[in-house]
């Protein structure tokens, strides 16, 4: 089985512009994490697509690397790729609908995707909509809501960020008594939570789901914008339940989810709301096999073959604490 891992930071998407250095340095963890529990199962034999601008010797031995370079035809590269291929696993942003259009192209062909579908990650890459879905489904959620103008003054602190943005790109807290003008395109408005800024891990298929682990965001609040330093992975155990009570929830509230995706949450006083869902890996995912002791990729390929999500972890795992470097930074 051919299976294409496309992470399009890395993997020539940006070829006419700069690596942004925070994403570049998430995109290159959780390529390597997947391309490692890939090469773990038997029969798959993972491809990728790699910007020229970064090294490939020391990708792990057995993927098959395709160069990417700026004067190249990248759809015709990406297609190719594609037919060569019998499963492809799109790790890229959702802004701009990049995610979304390439699940979209691979939908179009006859190979197999091995994340969700287009119109799922349409509706979790808006931020608003994504809320919308999970409070019909009574779930608690960061109260959010269009940005269409200059906001008012606000009495509290209050997070301007892109409807469409990945992690913290874009994100901007606007303290009280401030204004923020949005830039181009839509942009939502959420109230600075108090907690801790915590993530699950899971497996999603038809409406339910199977959760991998409860994790420690590290987040900084740099100024007046936030960067993702790492993440402890299996951080909190789940003896009551209610970490899958929760992924359970966003399953049944967006029941097109499939395969790996994250849920970011604050962990409040009041207890645990939810702040968006990320269809697709997180940078968490780097962390999984070495805490917990299951082969995420493995049990994705198993789901594609079966239809059946795995029966819940009964191992106590041991939290492993991931760093993110920027070595792209210009």
């Known amino acids: 089985m051919n299976v294409l891992v496309f992470e399009f930071i890395t993997g020539g998407g940006l070829r006419h512009e700069s690596l942004p250095p925070g994403l570049a340095a998430e995109g290159e963890l959780m390529l390597r994490a997947l391309l490692q529990d890939l090469l773990e199962v038997p029969g798959v034999r993972p491809l990728i697509l790699r910007d020229d601008r970064l090294d490939w010797e020391h990708l792990p031995c057995g993927v098959m690397v395709t160069p990417v370079a700026a004067a190249d ?6 297609r190719d790729a594609i037919a060569r291929c019998d499963a492809v696993w799109p790790i890229a942003p959702e802004t701009g609908g ?3 259009r390439l699940c979209r192209q691979v939908e179009h062909t006859a190979t197999a995707l ?3 579908p287009a119109h799922a990650v349409a509706v979790a890459a808006s931020k608003l909509a994504t809320t919308q879905a999970l409070e019909r489904h009574h779930l608690a959620v960061v109260p959010t809501r269009l940005c269409m103008a200059r906001p008012e003054p606000a009495p509290d602190a209050m997070v301007i960020k892109p409807d469409d943005g990945a992690g913290c790109e874009g994100a901007r807290l606007v303290r009280a008594g401030r204004e923020f003008t949005p830039g181009p395109g839509h942009w939502v408005i959420q109230p600075m939570l ?3 800024s915590l993530s699950l891990s899971a497996l999603f298929s038809h409406g339910r789901a199977r959760l991998l682990s409860c994790n420690r965001q590290h987040v900084d609040n740099t100024g007046d914008g936030f960067v993702l330093r790492g993440c402890t992975v299996d951080a909190l ?3 009551d339940g209610l970490w899958q009570t929760l992924a359970s929830g966003v399953a049944a509230a967006l029941p097109e989810l499939w395969g790996y995706a994250g849920v970011d949450l604050i962990r409040t006083a009041d207890g645990p709301v939810i702040l968006e869902v990320n269809p697709r890996l997180t940078t968490s995912y780097a962390g999984l096999k070495a805490a917990t002791g299951e082969n995420p990729a493995a049990m994705t390929i198993e789901l594609l ?6 029966a819940p972890r009964t191992r106590k ?3 492993v604490v991931l760093k993110l470097e920027h070595p792209y930074a210009h």
């Open 305 to 310: 073959r079966t239809g059946r999500l795995p």
């Open 114 to 116: 091995l994340t969700s």
């Open 98 to 100: 990049v995610l979304e």
């Open 317 to 319: 795992g041991t939290p």
């Open 194 to 196: 108090e907690g801790d």
């Open 73 to 78: 035809d990248f759809d015709r590269i990406w």
């Open 237 to 239: 155990d789940d003896p």
